[in-house]
């Protein structure tokens, strides 16, 4: 189960290199509950896609770093910050929230965002 915000979502994870690559492109849609998660990715593509997206990019404890709302077909899109995307269909992204800047204490041992769960995938 993912943690809110996206909790109830049905998230496959792109865990081989071919899934990595092919992703989304070639379906002709998405159910609206639906998900893809690439993990270790700063980066991605549309092309091939039938329908526009909402990139939801994470960083390395599954914290919200910035949502691209809307990416329409033959586009590349890229986040430095991000270590992870999760591609919904256009409109079905959470609400986003300014990225919360982590205090100095939790790279010292601080709670922070270090003791959440990241979010749990199905592999695909």
Do not use: I, N, Y
Not at 59 to 74: H, N
Not at 95 to 100: F, R, S, T, V, Y
């Amino acid at each position: 189960m993912l943690a809110p915000p996206f909790a109830g979502l049905d998230v496959r994870r792109a865990a081989t290199a071919r899934a990595r690559l092919l992703g989304l492109a070639g379906l002709r849609a998405l159910p609206a509950s639906a998900g893809l998660l690439l993990p270790r990715t700063r980066s991605v593509h549309t092309f091939g896609m039938r329908f526009a997206l909402d990139l939801v990019w994470l960083d390395d404890d599954g914290g919200v770093v910035r949502v691209d709302r809307g990416v329409p077909a033959r586009r590349l899109r890229a986040c430095r910050a991000a270590r992870a995307v999760l591609e919904l269909p256009a409109g079905t992204a959470p609400p986003a929230h300014p990225p919360q800047r982590k205090p100095v204490a939790d790279g010292l041992g601080g709670s922070g965002l270090a003791g959440r769960p990241a979010p749990r995938a199905r592999s695909l």
